[in-house]
């Protein structure tokens, strides 16, 4: 329904450029909404209804937000969502109502849910003053559901891949290929690029904690918390709903369709077939850090599982889909990797994914 109302974004005039950027955020995910100062906002008293956001911060007068809220409240029946653009105190008025923060971009599609923004398939990271010929930074809605985790009897006799039932509770989005070179450089321009490889390449020389680094740095331009897949929302994804050994059957002859192997050097991403799904790379080229340490699975069905709680002298991560270096074995949609926590090798990057949760 809110989708259908007028939107307004309301402010106190020293928080004029923190909700412009908003507002140029919002608007790009198809929200129009107006500005509009507090001290303004008799301009909007005549409107019945809307979606009325109140920006909060330390410069906020509680007390006119208090009156315009009673105010509207009195004249029809709007929306009112009470958005923190930092740590602030929200006055009384707003008690019976949720607390959207901006400051926190895990919680800010709680934000797009309330104005009734529907998201798209893809979503393109707006990374500022990025090249012209870099590679967009485009991530690719991925379903909520089920799936069978791990490999089939005859695989798992040497292999920690029990199968096993896992749900996918939430949508979430997850990098189209690998982080490239590019990527990188734009968002840690003040560290260097970890290799030389071209600008289109996967980026490597990457440990878990500088990947982590980087997802935390992009997550101001993004609608949800970033951060590396777990192993089990990048198995989801690898498999796209197929049930074979890998993701595009059981005949491994159709691995240089899917993926860039047997190079010395990591190759440009998207040079190959995505899968159903719509990614690339999620076999060959580099190995690809997750969230989990490396830890036998628990057998039992489980839902959106995520093994971060690390055990006695368990430094390892997990590595998933193969790389230029790699066995055929590898690039099976469940085959497992681990590497030190801290390591860097030229063979594994990573790709992000935003929650919707």
């Not at 790009?28 to 906002?41: C, H, M, Q, T, V």
């Not at 560290?191 to 996967?202: R, V």
């Not at 500088?210 to 690898?238: H, Q, T």
């Not at 047997?262 to 190759?267: A, C, G, L």
Request: glycine share 8%; proline share 5%.
């Amino acid at each position: 329904m809110a989708d259908h109302l007028k939107g307004f974004l309301i402010y106190s005039d020293t928080d004029h450029d923190a909700v412009s950027k908003i507002s140029d955020f919002l608007r790009k995910l198809g929200w129009d909404s107006s500005l509009e100062a507090i001290n303004r906002f008799h301009s909007v008293n005549s409107e019945p209804s809307g979606v009325f956001v109140f920006c909060l911060s330390g410069n906020s007068d509680n007390h006119t937000i208090g009156e315009h809220v009673r105010r509207l409240q009195n004249k029809g029946n709007p929306v009112i969502i009470p958005l923190r653009l930092h740590e602030c105190h929200v006055p009384m008025v707003f008690d019976n109502l949720v607390i959207c923060d901006w400051f926190l971009p895990k919680e800010r599609h709680r934000l797009l849910k309330a104005i009734g923004v529907s998201l798209s398939k893809e979503f393109f990271v707006d990374i500022p003053l990025r090249p012209i010929d870099m590679k967009p930074l485009r991530l690719i809605r991925i379903p909520a559901g089920s799936f069978m985790m791990g490999s089939w009897t005859e695989e798992t006799k040497i292999k920690k891949e029990i199968m096993h039932k896992v749900t996918i509770s939430h949508d979430f989005y997850m990098g189209e290929y690998p982080v490239t070179n590019g990527q990188w450089a734009s968002i840690m321009d003040a560290e260097g690029l970890p290799n030389h490889y071209n600008s289109d390449a996967p980026v490597t020389k990457v440990n878990w904690k500088d990947c982590m680094r980087f997802c935390k740095k992009i997550g101001e331009f993004c609608i949800g918390e970033v951060r590396l897949p777990s192993e089990a929302e990048w198995e989801y994804a690898c498999k796209a709903g197929s049930c074979t050994r890998y993701f595009w059957g059981d005949d491994p002859s159709g691995i240089t369709d899917y993926a860039r192997i047997e190079k010395t050097v990591p190759q440009n991403v998207a040079s190959r077939k995505p899968n159903r799904f719509g990614l690339y790379d999620m076999i060959g080229n580099v190995w690809e850090w997750c969230m989990d340490y490396y830890l036998d699975y628990r057998t039992h069905d489980q839902t959106d599982p995520i093994y971060t709680d690390r055990i006695p002298k368990n430094k390892n991560r997990v590595i998933r889909g193969g790389s230029i270096h790699s066995t055929r074995d590898a690039f099976r949609s469940a085959a497992r990797g681990t590497f030190l926590t801290s390591g860097r090798r030229e063979d594994i990057g990573f790709r992000m994914v935003m929650g919707l949760e």
